[in-house]
């Protein structure tokens, strides 16, 4: 084992790139679908012997008189490929969009499935080269990368409007005991928590020259802290029983629709008629369709029309619903007065949309935070010039919605809206909309994705953002995994991946107020401050 660790650490050139990406690749499995978390462990050890083996690179360069660059470059190439390897087998199955019109896009799936990797590696690179410049003898350096390494991951969620897909945290937060620890310090603090854990074993292949059991003493502390992150969560589901919302019965529709040419403005009349169909389906001798249900809801861009410009399918839709409220994905439109005279500027928007008796539109929510490249064109002039667009046809892109809202919906607590993507970062929910609201509304069309680890992933991060507030979560997705989660993030009821059908169920009450949820942004760094003091004063003693 120790001499296995001594080639890690000594490795050089495309050996120890290959070595960071393959041990980044494999990180991978512990995240949805596999949930493998003890995968992690091997990135993050290998990231701390590669390290080690920069610092030595540091020392003799020290010792040369000559400048310590080669060795921080050393560090920000070992994090970039370990990044790369992470990303690229963690986010492959973003290829799929590219071939949903491939005719269009499919020259452009070698920039979605390592061009994008690329990029999200640059992060991790950062934190190498920050953990480098903290790096020391002894079992603090894991806690100077973990500190490091999670910073990266925070600014990778944050900046360039911010993508915290696969976060590393996900690796403890994948698993309903473990992510438990989410309610207090979000899925930032649980990557601090993660890597600290996982990295820890690194120190197994130390040489100590103290006592015997000092090269365990990471290794022990990190089996407490799990433990004790285990026995919380444990704890807490045990005395989670929820209630539900009295007098409320929903259904969520699934309608399974592939992201192809069917989905066109010439086909709504035939899928408009499904879903209608397929909303209003017995599922089981006792039921009798939507005559049964309060609120249907319906999933994230459902329509290839403007549902609210349509009075004929509003019609249908009213007639159909009788006394149901309808929640529903709509694309939605609004006419500006243009520059010149006699002209209207169209802007649009992915909205969710309710819909009450007669077709009538009762509220709209506009998503805020869009998708680059998916829902809108960052240097559109520059990138349209040479023939580049978004995925979604709308002209121009859509609009970001202004400010983010509580969704009124009669019969129902406020519902606080996440389309699609929106649902994967935490701390985006500011705690006076918490406070009003009572459960999470996601709905989302993961069909660009097909049958792949995306859709997986994307409600594994939905999950936990129910355990950060503390609220319930609706989930409806096009073409799953459409869910009811309660608000310690159990799946009540669920629909599989790549499934037409209604999925029927009561709305869980919301619980107390989070730590996390009352201060989304002050729990991860008083987390963080923590560690930072702690490793300034082991650093200090030595």
Same mark, same amino acid.
């Given at each position: 084992?120790?001499?296995? &660790?001594?080639?890690?650490?000594?490795?050089?050139?495309?050996? +120890?790139?290959?070595?960071?990406?393959?041990?980044?690749?494999?990180?991978?499995?512990?995240?949805?679908?596999?949930?493998?978390?003890?995968?992690?462990?091997?990135?993050?050890?290998?990231?701390?012997?590669?390290?080690?083996?920069?610092?030595?690179?540091?020392?003799?360069?020290?010792? !040369?008189?000559?400048?310590?660059? =080669?060795?921080?470059?050393? $560090?920000?190439?070992?994090?970039?490929?370990?990044?790369?390897? #992470?990303?690229?087998?963690?986010?492959?199955?973003?290829?799929?969009?590219?071939?949903?019109?491939?005719?269009? *896009?499919?020259?452009?799936?070698?920039?979605?499935?390592?061009?994008?990797? $690329?990029?999200?590696?640059?992060?991790?690179?950062?934190?190498?080269?920050?953990?480098?410049?903290?790096?020391?003898?002894?079992?603090? /350096?894991?806690?100077?990368?973990?500190?490091?390494?999670?910073?990266?991951?925070?600014?990778?969620?944050?900046?360039?409007?911010?993508?915290?897909?696969?976060?590393?945290?996900?690796?403890?937060?994948?698993? @309903?005991?473990?992510?438990?620890?989410?309610?207090?310090?979000?899925?930032?603090?649980?990557?601090?928590?993660?890597?600290?854990?996982?990295?820890?074993?690194?120190?197994?292949?130390?040489?100590?020259?103290?006592?015997? %059991?000092?090269?365990? +003493?990471?290794? @022990?502390? $990190?089996?407490?802290?799990?433990?004790?992150?285990?026995?919380?969560?444990?704890?807490?589901?045990?005395?989670?029983?929820?209630?539900?919302?009295?007098?409320?019965?929903?259904?969520?529709?699934?309608?399974?629709?592939?992201?192809?040419?069917?989905?066109?403005?010439?086909?709504?009349?035939?899928?408009?008629?499904?879903?209608?169909?397929?909303?209003?389906?017995?599922?089981?001798?006792?039921?009798?369709?939507?005559?049964?249900?309060?609120?249907?809801?319906?999933?994230?861009?459902?329509?290839?029309?403007?549902?609210? /410009?349509?009075?004929?399918?509003?019609?249908?839709?009213?007639?159909?619903?009788?006394?149901?409220?309808?929640?529903?994905? $709509?694309?939605?439109?609004?006419?500006?007065?243009?520059? !010149?005279?006699?002209?209207?500027?169209?802007?649009?928007?992915?909205?969710?949309?309710?819909?009450?008796?007669?077709?009538?539109?009762?509220?709209?929510?506009?998503?805020?935070?869009?998708?680059?490249?998916?829902?809108? !064109? =960052? *240097?559109?002039?520059?990138?349209?010039?040479?023939?580049? +667009?978004? *995925?979604?046809?709308?002209?121009?892109?859509?609009?970001?919605?202004?400010?983010?809202?509580?969704?009124? @919906?009669?019969?129902?607590?406020?519902?606080?809206?996440?389309?699609? #993507?929106?649902?994967?970062?935490?701390?985006?929910?500011?705690?006076?909309?918490?406070?009003?609201?009572?459960?999470?509304?996601?709905?989302?069309?993961? %069909?660009?994705?097909?049958?792949?680890?995306?859709?997986?992933?994307?409600?594994?991060?939905?999950?936990? /953002?129910?355990?950060?507030?503390?609220? =319930?979560?609706?989930?409806?997705?096009?073409?799953?995994?459409?869910?009811?989660?309660?608000?310690?993030?159990?799946?009540?009821?669920? !629909?599989?991946?790549? &499934?037409?059908?209604?999925?029927?169920?009561?709305?869980?009450? /919301?619980?107390?107020?989070?730590? *996390?949820?009352?201060?989304?942004?002050?729990? =991860?760094?008083?987390?963080? %401050?923590?560690?930072?003091?702690?490793?300034?004063?082991?650093?200090?003693?030595?």
């Amino acid at each position: 084992m120790i001499s296995i &660790v001594h080639s890690i650490m000594l490795s050089y050139g495309w050996r +120890r790139c290959l070595t960071a990406f393959g041990s980044g690749a494999l990180g991978a499995l512990a995240l949805p679908p596999v949930s493998f978390f003890p995968a992690i462990v091997l990135p993050m050890c290998v990231g701390v012997w590669l390290l080690d083996g920069a610092a030595s690179l540091s020392v003799k360069s020290a010792s !040369l008189r000559r400048s310590r660059w =080669p060795s921080l470059r050393t $560090a920000m190439t070992i994090g970039w490929w370990l990044g790369f390897g #992470y990303f690229v087998a963690g986010l492959w199955w973003l290829g799929a969009a590219f071939l949903v019109e491939a005719d269009q *896009f499919a020259w452009a799936l070698p920039l979605g499935v390592m061009g994008l990797p $690329a990029l999200l590696a640059c992060f991790t690179a950062i934190g190498f080269a920050a953990a480098h410049l903290l790096w020391c003898a002894g079992s603090v /350096r894991v806690l100077a990368f973990a500190i490091c390494l999670a910073g990266s991951e925070w600014a990778r969620g944050v900046l360039f409007t911010g993508f915290p897909w696969n976060d590393l945290g996900m690796s403890l937060a994948g698993n @309903i005991v473990t992510a438990q620890a989410a309610s207090l310090v979000g899925l930032h603090g649980m990557t601090l928590l993660a890597v600290l854990i996982f990295a820890a074993p690194a120190t197994l292949a130390d040489r100590t020259t103290g006592r015997a %059991g000092g090269r365990y +003493r990471a290794v @022990i502390g $990190a089996a407490l802290l799990l433990a004790a992150i285990a026995i919380f969560g444990g704890l807490r589901l045990a005395g989670g029983a929820v209630e539900n919302e009295a007098g409320v019965k929903l259904r969520l529709m699934q309608p399974n629709l592939p992201q192809d040419a069917k989905f066109r403005p010439e086909n709504k009349d035939p899928i408009l008629k499904h879903y209608l169909e397929l909303s209003d389906s017995a599922t089981s001798p006792g039921t009798s369709g939507l005559a049964d249900i309060t609120h249907l809801i319906w999933p994230e861009s459902a329509f290839p029309f403007i549902l609210s /410009r349509d009075a004929g399918a509003l019609s249908r839709i009213g007639e159909a619903l009788g006394s149901t409220v309808l929640v529903t994905g $709509a694309a939605r439109v609004e006419l500006d007065a243009a520059i !010149l005279p006699g002209e209207t500027k169209a802007s649009y928007f992915n909205s969710i949309q309710v819909v009450g008796a007669g077709g009538v539109v009762l509220d709209s929510y506009d998503k805020t935070h869009l998708v680059p490249f998916g829902e809108y !064109l =960052p *240097f559109a002039s520059v990138l349209e010039s040479l023939g580049v +667009r978004q *995925f979604v046809h709308i002209p121009g892109g859509f609009e970001s919605g202004q400010i983010s809202k509580l969704l009124t @919906i009669p019969g129902l607590p406020a519902a606080l809206p996440l389309i699609c #993507y929106e649902a994967i970062f935490p701390g985006a929910v500011p705690p006076d909309l918490r406070q009003a609201s009572g459960f999470l509304l996601n709905v989302t069309n993961d %069909g660009w994705f097909g049958v792949t680890p995306g859709p997986y992933q994307h409600l594994a991060q939905a999950r936990v /953002r129910s355990i950060e507030q503390g609220l =319930p979560l609706l989930r409806a997705a096009n073409t799953g995994i459409s869910a009811i989660v309660d608000p310690y993030g159990r799946l009540v009821a669920s !629909l599989p991946l790549g &499934v037409e059908g209604v999925l029927d169920g009561a709305l869980p009450k /919301r619980i107390d107020a989070t730590l *996390f949820s009352q201060a989304p942004v002050g729990m =991860p760094l008083s987390l963080y %401050g923590v560690a930072l003091f702690f490793l300034l004063f082991m650093r200090m003693r030595r």
